[in-house]
């Protein structure tokens, strides 16, 4: 069976899947232009690093298809600017959309400088860049999966199939598809390797409990889900072989920001001799920021955790604190980063980065 498909694009024709409205229905909205896809990435219809992304820069595309080819090539690349820089603006943590958001600007700039592009090939230039992370990030994450699946099965030679826990929604919900730590799942499953993954509920916001446990019961991969708060006993109890999670901003030193209750899994990991991985592609490491201390993390809505739907199940006047990330240090993460060009220790990152 093909894997779920979140993001569709054809002829300058974008929809998304609506996350909010998983699991119980599957319905696909159109994003027509930018603006569209800042809501729809603030109010959560599309999440998980990667796909905020893709669907940014891809709802730019759009935009770009319709529009008339400016006068100079200077007016076309403010506009591209514009609209970006707009985009990185959505949601604070990850980091994918900055670095998409760069490379496209740095685009921009060489075909500005070469006088043998007019206006409108430097237009479709930009275009072609734009559509290309959808196929790329598939790419990438094929290669994660691979290259995960391998060093797992290899550092548990001795064990026929393998226990993994996960945390939050990595799977194609949160990417252009197959995923990325929920990708490595996925290969293991492929290779007859998998015995069974817990993935977490993810609280508050139920990730793991939505749209994670949707990904494993569609593709029929053996799966359990499992309260925040039962990781420990659950490590204990089935000899959880590796954690394995993705990463919304990695730091040039291996910190890693990813869901909040990422942190206390490395934590348990650690003192279960559990492997903890991280499987993130380059295009969420962020070399410019040396440690994860000053990576952004996103304030969530305190109705997150004080109501169930529209019932409140907290205290009434309780204080709240709701991040929706945490850091988890580099020294925690004792498998290594998977990522498209290999696995790495984490602070091993930095020569890999554009070759
Ligand atoms: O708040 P979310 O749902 O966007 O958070 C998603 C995560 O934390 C994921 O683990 C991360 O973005 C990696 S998705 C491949």
């Not at 043998?116 to 598939?138: C, F, G, P, Q, R």
């Not at 793991?208 to 109890?237: H, N, W």
Request: aromatic content about 6%; glycine content about 6%.
């Amino acid at each position: 069976m093909a894997t779920l498909q979140a993001i569709k694009y054809n002829d300058g024709q974008l929809e998304i899947l609506d996350q909010l409205l998983l699991p119980e229905s599957c319905i696909f909205i159109p994003i027509c232009n930018v603006e569209d896809a800042w809501a729809a990435i603030r109010e959560m219809k599309v999440r998980g690093a990667p796909a905020i992304a893709i669907v940014g820069c891809l709802s730019l595309a759009v935009e770009l298809r319709k529009l008339a080819a400016p006068e100079t090539k200077e007016e076309l690349c403010r506009f591209v600017k514009e609209k970006l820089d707009y985009l990185v603006t959505s949601r604070p943590t990850a980091v994918n959309t900055q670095l998409a958001a760069e490379a496209c600007v740095k685009l921009c700039a060489r075909l500005t400088d070469n006088t043998s592009v007019d206006t409108t090939a430097a237009k479709e230039d930009i275009i072609k860049h734009l559509e290309a992370m959808l196929a790329d990030d598939i790419a990438d994450n094929l290669a994660i999966g691979e290259h995960g699946a391998r060093d797992i099965t290899k550092k548990n030679a001795t064990k026929d199939k393998l226990r993994i826990l996960t945390h939050c929604n990595t799977g194609s919900l949160a990417t252009a598809g197959y995923g990325t730590a929920l990708g490595v799942i996925r290969s293991l499953h492929k290779a007859n390797k998998l015995d069974q993954v817990y993935c977490t509920e993810t609280r508050p916001y139920n990730q793991g409990s939505r749209l994670t446990a949707f990904e494993l019961v569609y593709e029929k991969i053996p799966a359990t889900l499992v309260c925040d708060s039962m990781a420990a006993a659950a490590m204990k109890q089935f000899k959880i072989d590796a954690v394995i999670v993705g990463a919304d901003r990695v730091a040039a030193n291996g910190d890693t920001a990813n869901k909040i209750g990422t942190y206390q899994l490395a934590v348990l990991a650690k003192s279960h001799d559990v492997l903890f991985y991280v499987a993130a592609p380059f295009s969420s490491i962020d070399f410019q920021i040396p440690n994860g201390q000053s990576i952004p993390i996103e304030e969530r809505p305190h109705s997150e955790m004080t109501h169930t739907g529209s019932t409140r199940t907290a205290a009434a006047g309780i204080n709240c604190w709701n991040p929706g990330f945490d850091v988890t240090p580099a020294e925690l993460i004792t498998g290594g980063i998977i990522t498209e060009k290999g696995v790495f220790k984490p602070d091993q990152l930095a020569p890999h980065q554009s070759n």
